[in-house]
């Protein structure tokens, strides 16, 4: 009877984003996006100042967890960098644009005002109150969720 590895491999990989979201949370989270915005490798001391741990060993802890995960490295200098870069959580809200972690929500909010102000500005005498309370709301929802979202990542 042939064994199918495709199913196994569909499990292992489940398996592992499991473990993933479940040890990527927390100060672990904190060192792992302070990875992805620097984009250099760092140092444990440079992550234990820049974070304000009390000490060396808290930020090497965290640092061995993600080691462990298999998303961070060591090069040659003892030095650690991103290797696989993870959407889990909150960061499933988030583009990475050149190192910078910007809610996708962001690009529906802007484009729902700047519609409003294009329609205001090019329909000044023929205004409807309809579309425009539309648009107002729209913009408005996407906007509070834009900034809830990035509270909730603030606080991780």
């Known amino acids: 009877m042939k064994k199918d590895t495709n199913s196994s491999s569909d499990g292992d990989s489940s398996n592992k984003k499991l473990s993933i979201e479940e040890n990527l949370k927390g100060k672990t989270l904190q060192v792992y996006l302070y990875m992805l915005k620097r984009r250099d490798p760092v140092g444990v001391r440079e992550i234990q100042r820049d974070l304000g741990f009390s000490s060396p060993s808290v930020a090497s802890y965290h640092i061995e967890k993600l080691v462990g995960l298999a998303i961070i490295g060591q090069d040659e200098y003892g030095r650690y960098f991103v290797i696989q870069k993870v ?5 499933h809200a988030f583009i990475n644009i050149g190192g910078l972690n910007i809610p996708r929500l962001l690009f529906f909010a802007a484009f729902f005002t700047t519609l409003l102000i294009t329609y205001i500005l090019l329909d000044l005498n023929n205004l409807n109150i309809h579309a425009i309370g539309f648009a107002v709301a729209g913009a408005a929802a996407f ?5 809830r979202v990035w509270r909730s990542k603030q606080r991780v």
Do not use: I, R
Not at 87 to 91: D, I, S
Not at 143 to 147: A, D, G, P, Q, S
């Open 87 to 91: 959407q889990v959580g909150v960061l």
């Open 143 to 147: 906007w509070f969720e834009t900034f």
